[in-house]
């Protein structure tokens, strides 16, 4: 069953570092997200992303983040300083049209 | 705001048991309605599509209330493996809000 990738695991970082977190989307999926999950919290939405510029967005996403698919395959989350409480499990997901979103296993962020 | 409220257990359950879990959600305008699984530090797995007429899948009964904007999850015959958190979503197919998660352990 295809799956969605995302790279690296795990990034452990110094605040203030910029970070890119790598998601490699289900090859046929059109529509692209990023939620983040702080330990112990719920599961929250940051973007999505589709046709090449971001769909909606969550107050989450403030200036600090970013998004972009530079080739045909990638879709990267991009923050830009990193604060303490940007740590947490960073899930990028990605659907067909109007289909249930499929998640890759997350990338831990740990900021130091 | 765009609220998923679940009651967050745990549910402990025998082996066999079945069990329900409830989620309400606040925004009326939400037309995707999803259960996801989460195993401990995890990404979340899509267990099933909830509709409007209600669908089974195998042990597993989703129902959806459209009315009270309520969304319910059964599971029967209760396995060990069953043992997660599962996380009730509702929204558009671009964004998903989801509950806390209703954690269930399932005892032999």
């Known amino acids: 069953e295809p799956e969605v990738t995302q790279t690296p695991s795990h990034q452990v970082t110094q605040m203030g570092q910029e970070v890119i977190l790598r998601c490699v989307p289900i090859s046929n999926h059109l529509y692209f997200y990023w939620y983040r999950q702080i330990l112990g919290q719920k599961v929250e939405f940051l973007v999505s992303?589709?046709?090449?510029?971001?769909?909606?967005k969550s107050e989450i996403f403030d200036d600090q983040f970013s998004v972009e698919r530079p080739d045909g395959s990638n879709f990267t989350l991009k923050i830009r300083s990193t604060k303490l409480e940007d740590s947490a499990m960073y899930f990028c997901?990605?659907?067909?049209?109007?289909?249930?979103?499929?998640f890759g296993d997350g990338t831990r962020l740990s900021i130091l | 705001r765009k609220e998923v409220e679940q009651d967050p257990g745990p549910f402990n359950v025998p082996e066999g048991a079945t069990v329900a879990f409830n989620c309400t959600y606040s925004n009326s305008a939400s037309q995707s309605f999803f259960w996801y699984r989460q195993d401990c530090r995890k990404e979340p797995k899509l267990l099933m599509s909830v509709y409007s007429s209600g669908n089974e899948d195998g042990r597993f009964t989703a129902q959806l209330n459209r009315a009270s904007q309520y969304i319910s999850l059964l599971i029967r015959d209760s396995k060990l493996s069953d043992s997660a958190t599962y996380l009730c979503s509702s929204g558009s197919a671009r964004q998903l809000t989801f509950g806390s998660g209703t954690q269930l352990t399932v005892l032999p």
């Open positions: 992303f589709y046709n090449n510029e971001i769909s909606e």
């Open positions: 997901a990605s659907s067909d049209d109007w289909q249930p979103q499929h």
